[in-house]
């Protein structure tokens, strides 16, 4: 069956260091992914999406890369800040229905 | 521009009730997306419509059911409520495969 794996546990780092966080799924080869913020009870936020032709994509502090060969996104966040602590979802279409779908999420936290 | 609003914010009902919950998109976007997000838990994909008809469900039962209005506004109906069915509800709007912008979300709890 195909499936969306982010890591459940959270990532707790320094203030001012980077923050890697992964996104790998199974059984389907999507034509964009996608990556949002939640903070607690409130809606996910767009970030970035980025498309199966794009290896790279960034926005200000943050960077995706999507490598289709390894089924793997990876997001990162330089130059962290508290205010960058949430839950990180990736989502991405599993079928060809179109339907939008998300990982678990991981939650970062940033340390003063 | 207004973004995706969600009505009512709260819902509390009784086990065997029936909630009905709204969602109105951003202007100009035609697919409404509906997830339900238990405590502590991911987003659970329900149901997608676009255009005025429903493209996708997810692994729910048929209790859970809605529309998408001509002006793409759209309701979720959940039947005979079970206590876990106490959740966040989430409606997100977006054009195809494009960025999905979310409401603010239903805490719907059942007692």
Known sequence: SQKIEQNSEALN?????????????????PAYLQWYRQDPGRGPVFLLLIRENEKEKRKERLKVTFDTTLKQSLFHITASQPADSATYLCALEMDSSYKLIFGSGTRLLVRP | EAGVTQSPTHLIK?????????????????????????????????LWYDEGEERNRGNFPPRFSGRQFPNYSSELNVNALELEDSALYLCASSLVRRAAFFGQGTRLTVV
């Open chain 1, 13 to 29: 780092i320094q203030e001012g260091k980077t923050a890697t966080l992964t996104c790998n799924y199974t059984n389907y080869s």
């Open chain 2, 14 to 46: 009784t086990r065997g009730q029936q909630a009905t919950l709204r969602c109105s998109p951003i202007s100009g976007h035609t697919s409404v997306y509906w997830y339900q997000q238990a405590l502590g838990l991911g987003l659970q994909f329900l």
